[in-house]
Structure formats: structure tokens, C-alpha cells
């Protein structure tokens, strides 16, 4: 679980910081996302261990909420979970399915699409159907101009900045990081946890003012 | 001050149970809960009812007896106490106070708000100890040089009493806080490391096996733990646990 949370976040910030070319340059995020989609390594290789550590991270979680629910099964009459705990912590499996739904989303957005682009009409040109440049970063913009869409990203990401609040140092700890470093990670880990969501948001914003 | 308690009746092991509701008069903000409990038994019997069972021994905080789920809280709303030093100031006047017991599949109830803690005493067994020669040549322990940060971290370890709160706070009803702090103890001197892998191996196995669930985290047990053990444990014990398994 730990695990490929860590991995999970490495690819979180990939992703990020390929995305936010997007605000900058239309050309270098076409190149970076043309060289992502067709090069062999990233998609033959890459790609499956990605979507293995996706499915085995919900997968986990399912089972971990599962086994934890049967352990208790009569339940206080009065709890209060607030008193020694935070929000996040306790409702891991709620913000995960919130960003399971999202990831669906997401797949039905932009990855399903090029599945079809590449693989069922085999166009790994990468090019516009007039072939004028490279189509990325138009697919990009038109993804961002229905504000119902923009508004689900916002709350995807608030789910997922709520996730990240509580998962990223939960997986350290995990794996057995709490010493004399452990305050500073934590810094850290809010900063990312709140910094990388808000960016994304970000750019669905920019994205939708400006296409 | 005058109070209303929902206090959980079980009969047995094998009853439903309910919350009933009692009042109790004139309670000193003085009294311990404990006395508060003692209080309010003496008023059953009088009456002819059954008092309430509940768990209590030391009433120092030291044993690890007592065992009450108080408004929601494992001891009760004061930090770093156990529910025998836990005083009625923390309470108002009018104040209704939810009794309950450690609630964990690994804990049953046998009555009332007593439960079945032996699953720690099962898991200490899998291997809480050290093994030592005591036939005579028993080499005196302040022979072997230990650090003083490392024999106060053993130390601190070593201050849990088993009272469980950690399961019964936590959502998931893990017991990691408990094992770790055993684990520790051990983990972090000299004397340990001869049965460390075996240790951490068959705790953990005996851990999983009573039925406790899996630890995510929440901080919940650090929390409420009336010695203050903290999380670092359960990071060493990972440690240790994947240290083990390498070595097979």
C-alpha cells in the first residue's frame, strides 16, 4: 500500500510538471506529450507498471477498509474521532473513491481517446487531422471549456489534496521513516499535498479562461 | 453534581446488550470516575439490581485494568490518564456521560464493560521476552554497555501497560501501538537481538491472527495512550519486520 502510494505521488508530480509546460508553451507540451504517447519504453513499460500500481493501490485499500470493518463489528454508541484524529485520516477510503471516480473520469477524458487515436485508427503521427502541428494541446484546452467538467477537476482535486494530507506521510510512516527528519517531511508533505492539487486546479482554470 | 449515564449492560458473552440509562446525585467534582462507578453501584444494590461490572485494580494508573469507552473516548476526555485517574472535574454539571466498553472483535465482552483482553497476553507469549540462563551464571545486566538514548527509548517502550486503549480508540482496532511498544522494548537493546527476527515474526502473526485490524495511520492510538507511547514504535516495528522477513 505504502508502497505504491510513493510511486503513485512520484507520478502525481511527472505529471504535474509536464502539465504546467501547458501554461507556458503550446509547442513544449506538444513535444513532451507527443514523446510520452509514442515513445516504447514509456508506453510498453512505464505505462503497465502505472496502471498496476494504480489497481493495486485501490485494490489494497478496498481489502485494508474491508478487514478493518470486520474487526469491530459492534460499534461505539457514541465515538469521537475528532478528539484524536483528523478528518483525513479517517476518511481515506471516501477521498479515494472520490479520486477513483475522477481517475475514471479522467480515463474517459483524455486516455480512452488516444487509445482509439493510436491504437484502433493507427495514427501515431500525433498530428492534427488538417496536419498543422501536433494536437495535444488543443485536445487539452477543448477538455477545459465545458465549466461543468472544470468544476468536477476542482473538486477531484480538493479529494485528492485532502488524500495526500493524510497519505503522504502515512506512507513513510509505513515503511518505517519517523525519526529526527520526520517534522520536516511532514512540512513537506502538506506543501505537496496542498501545492501539486492547487496547481492542477490551475491549470483546468487557465485553461478554461483562455482557450 | 448531578449527572445522567448511558452505560452499556451486557449480561454475558453471549447477550445483545443495550445502553441504560441512570442517574447519579451528588457527585463530587473529587471523585475519580472509578468512585463515581462506586457510587453509583452501592445505589443498584440498595435497590436490589445488579451493579455494573467494570474492570479495575491498581487504580494508580499503573495496571491496566480499567477499561472504559467514556463519551467516545478510550479513558475518557483527559490526555494521557487512565479512567482510574480520570477525575469527575472534567465533567458539568447535568453533563450525560456515554459508558461503554473497549469495543474490538479481538476484545469480546464478558460482561458489562469488562472485556477479554488475554489476546494481548497470547500475542506477549508469541514473543514479548527475552530468553536468559538463570541457572546461577546469569551475567549481572549492567555489565553490557547501552547507550542512555537507546535505554531511554527501551524505557519509554517498556511503560505500556496493556490497557488497550490504543485498539479501542483506533478505527480500525489495530493493535500495532501495543505490539510495537513490546517489539521496541526489546528492538532497541542488546539483549534483544538474539530472538529479534523470530520476535517481530510470530507477535505480528499472533497480532493478526486474534483478529485486530490494520494500522493506517490515524495517530489515534498515540493519542489516547495513557503512557504516552509513541508512533516512532510503530515505525521501528515496520522497520524491524521488514528486516525480518529479508532475513526469512
Redesign the interface.
Known amino acids: 500500500m505504502a508502497l505504491s502510494a510513493l510511486f503513485l505521488m512520484f507520478f502525481l508530480l511527472q505529471h504535474f510538471a509536464i502539465n504546467i509546460t501547458s501554461v507556458f508553451s503550446a509547442d513544449i507540451f506538444n513535444e513532451i506529450s507527443h514523446f510520452m504517447g509514442t515513445n516504447p519504453l514509456i508506453q510498453y513499460v512505464m505505462q503497465p507498471i502505472l496502471i498496476f500500481g494504480v489497481v493495486f493501490h485501490f485494490v489494497m485499500g478496498f481489502i485494508l477498509e474491508l478487514k478493518n470493518i470486520r474487526s469491530r463489528t459492534v460499534k461505539y454508541a457514541k465515538n469521537n474521532g475528532g478528539a484524536n484524529s483528523s478528518w483525513m485520516s479517517r476518511n481515506m477510503i471516501w477521498s479515494g473513491l472520490a479520486i477513483l471516480a475522477f481517475i475514471i473520469l479522467h480515463f474517459i477524458d483524455f486516455w480512452i481517446p488516444e487509445l482509439n487515436i493510436k491504437f484502433v485508427q493507427g495514427d501515431m503521427s500525433g498530428l492534427l487531422p488538417d496536419g498543422e502541428g501536433y494536437r495535444y494541446f488543443e485536445e487539452l484546452q477543448h477538455k477545459f471549456v465545458n465549466p461543468l467538467r472544470v468544476g468536477v477537476y476542482v473538486i477531484a482535486f480538493v479529494f485528492l489534496a485532502l488524500h495526500l494530507l493524510h497519505g503522504f506521510n502515512s506512507a513513510f510512516q509505513s515503511m518505517g521513516a519517523n525519526n529526527k527528519y520526520t517534522k520536516g517531511l511532514e512540512t513537506f508533505g502538506k506543501a505537496y499535498a496542498i501545492l501539486v492539487p492547487l496547481g492542477f486546479v490551475f491549470i483546468a482554470l487557465f485553461h478554461h479562461f483562455n482557450h | 453534581m448531578n449527572l445522567t449515564l448511558?452505560i452499556?449492560r451486557q449480561k454475558d458473552a453471549n447477550d445483545k446488550?443495550r445502553?441504560v440509562e441512570y442517574k447519579v446525585t451528588d457527585i463530587s467534582e473529587h471523585m475519580s470516575f472509578l468512585e463515581m462507578m462506586d457510587v453509583l453501584n452501592e445505589q443498584l444494590i440498595n435497590k436490589g439490581d445488579e451493579p455494573v461490572a467494570f474492570d479495575h485494580d491498581c487504580r494508580e494508573g499503573i495496571c491496566g485494568m480499567c477499561s472504559m469507552?467514556i463519551?467516545?473516548?478510550a479513558h475518557g476526555?483527559d490526555k494521557g490518564v487512565t479512567t482510574c485517574q480520570l477525575h469527575m472535574r472534567m465533567f458539568k454539571d447535568g453533563d450525560t456521560i456515554?459508558i461503554?466498553p473497549f469495543?474490538?472483535?479481538?476484545f469480546p465482552v464478558v460482561k458489562d464493560l469488562v472485556v477479554d483482553r488475554s489476546s494481548f497476553d497470547r500475542i506477549q507469549q508469541a514473543g514479548g521476552y527475552i530468553s536468559v540462563n538463570t541457572s546461577g551464571n546469569t551475567q549481572d545486566a549492567n555489565a553490557t554497555p547501552i547507550s542512555k538514548i537507546a535505554a531511554d527509548q527501551a524505557m519509554d517502550a517498556a511503560t505500556c501497560i496493556g490497557c488497550g486503549a490504543c485498539v479501542a480508540?483506533c478505527?480500525?482496532?489495530?493493535a500495532m501501538l501495543f505490539v510495537s511498544a513490546k517489539v521496541s522494548q526489546y528492538a532497541l537493546l542488546p539483549q534483544g537481538q538474539v530472538e529479534a527476527t523470530d520476535r517481530v515474526l510470530n507477535m505480528v502473526a499472533q497480532m493478526d491472527a486474534e483478529?485486530?485490524?490494520?494500522?493506517?495511520?490515524?495517530?489515534?492510538c498515540e493519542?489516547?495512550c495513557p503512557k504516552g507511547i509513541s508512533?516512532?514504535n510503530?515505525?521501528?516495528m515496520?522497520?524491524e519486520y521488514?528486516k525480518a522477513s529479508s532475513q526469512g
Open positions: 448511558k452499556w446488550g445502553l469507552y463519551n467516545g473516548e476526555p456515554y461503554e469495543r474490538a472483535n479481538a480508540t478505527k480500525n482496532s489495530s483478529g485486530f485490524g490494520n494500522c493506517t495511520n490515524t495517530g489515534a493519542v489516547e508512533l516512532e510503530i515505525a521501528r515496520n522497520r521488514m
